[in-house]
């Protein structure tokens, strides 16, 4: 039993659930900004940025040495290809909040109206989705994990659903375009937050079985 | 050329321990194929048996089928005629110590009775060639003895020995462990050049050793074969538990 590799490799995953609890933390925020329509909260999201990116390049180090220095195989090199693979989704799931943040800091200069389109429950399924896969990565859960990528249909038709009902409302009522138009980016953002989650589910996948499942939504459906 | 390997039914003992049970594989020809497994598994037992030299022991003994090229090593050759088709190199690097750097090449040679001196000459350099020796001994290849080269190079004059009798087959059993990494290098990329004419089968405990040579790897565990795929395969995703408990240093 090679000790020390076992409790480097633990450390690593341990720093990558430190990153997840920054960046959930941060797409929470930005989707109770919306809400709340509160921008201090806004404000912390893009505060917090600085460090989700710091901790990506010291994951990606710690990472980057164990390769180098330990010559992983099997199951444990799956598992440090798939932190690093994690750890760049992670990194651009806190991209897409400090983007939601910024839409709704700009989004607070306007009236508040009632748009057709439900970002609260796309959020939560976008969140939903993030947090999910981060379970299955605790866990090792493969089967948590295919249980993720179904949900990525869900999102993406909402995110469809919103940019139809919300093009329609700029070219009906052209004095709501700038609302309407950070709401798509939004829904887009969420969208986006949404692939990330399942990247991260098809990493754990990976890891556990060694499959490559990327790129097989139409297969992975055919089989549920 | 190289030939094929295709092993079945292989049972090997030393008295009462049988150690190789029931191993059946295919091993492909030019290519390198590495044997991996804890000490005492049964790898270097296995390598012996495909050139016969298992049963130079007086309390061992091998039963089963070894077919080389199609040809059965136990029933339809000799095992002075397996020596010549398979070569064999080992541990620790094994020259002929009070031999002349050309005659512990030529030795095989000799020994089969080969005497025309030209064509000695033209096969020594040939093989020293092979083994990348050449350019490092020609100008001493009848004044320095086997034992007075360095580890490294003694390791390639044995290379050199095995291949000057034309083998179809090179056996390598740990043939590095006693190197430095720069001779280490040399050997492996000896193994890269030589596999296009030779079937080559390395024991190796050095795990990135055998991925890096070889294009097959099979695990081997108390006797038994416990998986054989293509190398990357099982330094990746290992199809056994027990693979990958070893590989990732969980046991052994």
């Given at each position: 039993m090679r000790i020390k590799f076992q409790q480097n490799l633990d450390e690593l995953k341990e720093r990558l659930l430190i990153m997840a609890g920054l960046v959930e933390q941060a797409i929470q925020r930005a989707i109770e900004s919306y809400t709340a329509r509160d921008l201090s909260l806004c404000d912390l999201v893009l505060r917090s940025e600085p460090a989700i990116n710091r901790m990506e390049r010291e994951i990606d180090q710690a990472a980057l040495d164990l390769l180098a220095m330990e010559q992983p195989m099997a199951v444990d090199l799956r598992f440090i290809i798939a932190v690093i693979r994690i750890n760049s989704d992670l990194e651009r799931v806190g991209d897409q909040a400090v983007s939601i943040a910024s839409r709704i800091q700009e989004m607070g200069a306007f009236a508040n109206i009632d748009l057709p389109v439900d970002i609260p429950k796309l959020a939560s399924l976008a969140a939903a989705m993030v947090r999910k896969a981060l379970q299955a990565f605790i866990e090792g859960d493969a089967d948590l994990a295919q249980s993720v990528l179904l949900l990525d249909d869900q999102v993406d038709e909402m995110n469809a659903d919103a940019f139809r009902s919300l093009s329609m409302l700029i070219t009906q009522k052209p004095e709501m375009a700038p609302q309407a138009l950070n709401a798509l980016i939004i829904s887009r953002n969420l969208e986006r937050v949404g692939d990330h989650a399942t990247n991260i589910a098809e990493d754990v996948i990976f890891w556990v079985r060694g499959s490559d499942v990327r790129h097989q939504t139409a297969t992975l459906h055919e089989a549920s | 050329m190289g030939v094929d390997i295709r092993v079945e039914n292989l049972n090997a003992w030393y008295g009462n321990t049988h150690t190789l049970q029931d191993i059946n594989l295919h091993i492909p020809s030019n290519q390198a194929t590495a044997l991996i497994g804890?000490?005492?598994?049964?790898k270097s037992t296995f390598v012996r048996c495909l050139n016969r030299m298992h049963e130079t022991n007086p309390i061992a003994r091998a039963e089963g089928t070894v077919l080389m090229g199609g040809l059965d090593i136990y029933k339809d050759a000799s095992p002075v005629e397996i020596r010549r088709r398979v070569g064999m190199v080992f541990q620790r690097p094994n020259p002929f110590p009070t031999m002349s750097i050309y005659d512990n090449v030529a030795s095989g040679l000799k020994l089969n009775g080969f005497r025309n001196k030209r064509m000695l000459d033209e096969v020594v350099e040939r093989s020293l060639k092979q083994a990348a020796l050449w350019e490092e001994v020609k100008d001493d290849l009848r004044k320095?003895?086997?034992?007075?080269?360095?580890g490294g190079q003694q390791q390639r004059l044995c290379i050199a020995r095995a291949l000057a009798v034309d083998p179809e087959v090179l056996l390598m059993?740990?043939?590095?462990?006693?190197?430095?990494p720069v001779s280490t290098a040399k050997i492996e990329d000896l193994i890269f050049q030589l596999k296009s004419q030779y079937t080559i089968v390395i024991v190796t405990h050095n795990m990135q050793q055998a991925a890096r040579v070889a294009a097959n790897t099979g695990f081997f565990l108390n006797g038994k074969l416990v998986e054989f795929d293509a190398t990357t395969k099982i330094f990746t995703?290992?199809?056994d538990k027990r693979t990958e408990d070893y590989i990732t240093g969980r046991f052994g």
């Open positions: - | 804890p000490s005492g598994c049964g320095k003895s086997g034992a007075s080269i360095s059993d740990e043939p590095a462990s006693a190197l430095d995703t290992p199809s």
